[in-house]
Structure formats: C-alpha cells, structure tokens
C-alpha cells in the first residue's frame, strides 16, 4: 500500500537560508508524486508534481523537487527563503492506475527575519 | 475562474443537529473528493466520487454520508453531529482518478460541533 512520511511537523529557517522539507514515500511500483501548499485558512494548492518525464522538477514560488528512486525520497526545496514561504506543505503519493492521493501529515514551514 | 466553491465557510452545530456542506466545481472534472484536516493527522478522505453517479466510502465514512448530485455537485451530509466532527473540511476534485492528475481543492468549511 502507498503512503507517504513527512520527516519534522515544524521546520524553522530564516530569511533568505536554504529551505529543505523531506518527503519519503513507500510505494510497490512507481509513484506520481506531489507537493502541496496550504497558507493559513486556505485550501491546498499544488506547487509541483512528479509524473515520471524529468526526475528534478520545478514548481511555483521558486520551489523545487528531486525524484530519488534508489531513496524513495521526493524533498522539497527552495534556494532563498521568503517570508511569504510561511505555510504548512503537505506531501502526497498516488500509485499508478486507477489511484487516489495519499497525503503525508505535513510540515509547518516558520521563517524569521 | 472560481475553480472549487464550498459552502459554508464557518458553521457552528450542536451535538445532534443536521447539516449538508455544499460543494461544487467549475472546471468539468470527472472526480470528486471530500476530506477531513485535523492538526497532526493531515488530510483524511471521508468519501470520494470517482465520476458522476457513483460514491465510495474513504478512509474515515463514518458519520457521514454524501450526493454526487451532478457533474459539478458533490455535497457532504452530517445526520447527528458530534463533538468529534469538529474539524476543518475541505472539497477536492480532478480530471480522473487516475492519481498523475492532482487534485484541485476548495477553500474549506470550517465546522464545530458543541
């Protein structure tokens, strides 16, 4: 069965450092994978998704993913952080076929001055 | 475009009361969605509508019901509320559901049960 593990609830950077939020997934064949955003009292909105072209996929807001198979990984990053990044960002895993999306339990990005 | 509408925003119930949050989407997609967002348990599917005319229980029905009542329209039935249902609920839908599509989600109804 497919799920996805979602390494820290909280994760604390400041302006401007290097954002890294890890997403480990468990599948018995290969995924589609996604990252979602969720801003405060607001839906989620996907930043980006993993369909099998490119392993390293860009996304919105200057964010990024890698498709790591040999470490069933797919971390999220961004370069620079913005006080604007502030959000929960949620993981998510589909099986191929005919299957619904699983999502991590999130992590709640805080970005300081 | 308006994407996915959810009705109530907020609402407030007393234990036992009825309610039907509202659903619906504008972008012609096939499948539905209706989860549930509790601190620290991430996102959990209630029911889902994989195409108009059916329903399929997720991982956490009960107390629930739910109405594919057209393409655009998939509303969400609590019968007797409980203290237990209070939560944040949020409506999704996509193309397929087929995962590769990703899913598109409403801003959320924010409920309590008292």
């Known amino acids: 069965a497919q799920s996805v593990t979602q390494l820290g609830s909280h994760v604390s950077v400041s302006e401007g450092a290097l954002v890294l939020l890890r997403c480990n997934y468990s599948s018995s064949v290969p995924p589609y994978l996604f990252w979602y955003v969720q801003y405060p009292n607001q839906g989620l909105q996907l930043l980006l998704k993993y369909t099998s072209a490119a392993t390293l996929v860009k996304g919105i807001n200057g964010f990024e993913a890698e498709f790591k198979k040999s470490e069933t990984s797919f971390h999220l990053t961004k370069p620079s952080a913005h006080m604007s990044d502030a959000a929960e960002y949620f993981c998510a895993v589909s099986e191929r076929g005919f299957q619904k999306l699983v999502f991590g339990t999130g992590t709640r990005l805080l970005v300081s001055p | 475009n308006a994407g996915v509408t959810q009705t109530p925003k907020f609402q407030v119930l007393k234990t036992g009361q009825s309610m039907t949050l509202q659903c619906a989407q504008d972008?012609?997609?096939?499948?539905m969605y209706w989860y549930r967002q509790d601190p620290g348990m991430g996102l959990r599917l209630i029911y889902y509508s994989a195409s108009e005319g059916t329903t399929d229980k997720g991982e956490v029905p009960n107390g629930y019901n739910v109405s594919r009542l057209n393409k655009r329209e998939f509303s969400l039935r609590l019968e007797s509320a409980a203290p237990s249902q209070t939560s944040v609920y949020f409506c999704?839908?996509?193309?397929?559901?087929?995962?590769?599509?990703?899913?598109?989600f409403g801003s959320g109804t924010r409920l309590t049960v008292v």
């Open positions: 972008m012609n997609h096939n499948s």
């Open positions: 999704a839908s996509s193309e397929q559901l087929t995962g590769s599509y990703g899913y598109t």
